[in-house]
């Protein structure tokens, strides 16, 4: 199954990024920062940006490990003052892989990766509200947090899932690979996706619903946002 679905989607015209896509201020609101816009027409199915799909920048386990008990220890108290120089440069690298990139498993270990291009500049669609993407009916609103066990399975691919060799091959084309427009997208119109689809156990799966739940009812920014305001 891993093999046949790392060939592609057969029958499926890919956009390339360049004639296709452009990065502007997103119409989320003033808060929102920037998005992901369409230059040309857009059809239903159509996958974009693939010829970038094994380009991503990786933080590979034992790296991501480093950076986010580093992260840790000088938020403590008695280290906040002395490190702060430490602080701000693990900050800005932990909100760079945070805000941008996603989690999955590479050698049985959670890693981070970040798109290259300017898809990740795609912005998350509220309430199911998202025009690209691999389809599904649940969001951040409809998901059952209390009853939930495991991931569900429209996005539990590359996270929650036993070690693959064919995955840990193939890796950088397989998360970027997923994805196609769910309707058509007119130039000019914003392009959105689903963040649940972005993390990789079920912890982080919660964490992500409750966040983007803050975010969809204005009652939080996302972490780039939040990151930007505060830099001086």
């Given at each position: 199954d891993e093999c046949d679905w790392l060939i592609g989607h057969d029958g499926i015209d890919n956009l390339p990024?360049?004639?296709?896509?452009?990065?502007?201020?997103?119409?989320?609101?003033?808060s929102a920062g920037r998005?992901?816009?369409?230059t040309k027409d857009l059809p239903k199915g159509s996958a974009i940006a693939h010829e970038g799909s094994s380009l991503s920048f990786h933080f590979p386990p034992l790296t991501w490990s480093v950076i986010d008990k580093l992260r840790k220890w000088?938020?403590?108290?008695?280290n906040y003052e002395e490190?702060?120089?430490?602080?701000?440069?693990?900050?800005?690298?932990y909100t760079y892989a945070e805000g941008y990139g996603y989690g999955a498993a590479f050698l049985g270990e959670s890693n981070m990766a970040v798109e290259s291009g300017i898809m990740l500049f795609m912005n998350h669609g509220c309430n199911g509200t998202n025009n690209y993407g691999e389809g599904t009916e649940l969001n951040?609103?409809?998901?059952?947090?209390?009853?939930?066990?495991?991931?569900?399975?429209?996005?539990?691919y590359g996270g929650n899932v036993p070690y693959s060799p064919v995955f840990d091959r193939n890796w950088r084309h397989a998360l970027n690979l997923g994805g196609y427009t769910l309707r058509d997208v007119k130039a000019g119109d914003e392009l959105?996706?689903?963040?649940?689809s972005l993390v990789?156990?079920?912890?982080d799966f919660k964490e992500e619903?409750?966040?983007?739940r803050r975010q969809c009812t204005g009652e939080g920014v996302g972490i780039i946002a939040q990151y930007e305001s505060e830099s001086p």
């Open positions: 990024a360049s004639e296709y896509l452009k990065v502007g201020k997103s119409g989320l609101g003033d998005g992901l816009f369409a000088v938020r403590k108290d008695e490190l702060l120089f430490v602080k701000d440069k693990i900050s800005s690298v951040e609103m409809s998901v059952d947090l209390e009853s939930i066990t495991e991931v569900p399975e429209e996005f539990a959105f996706t689903t963040y649940l990789g156990n079920l912890k619903v409750m966040t983007l």
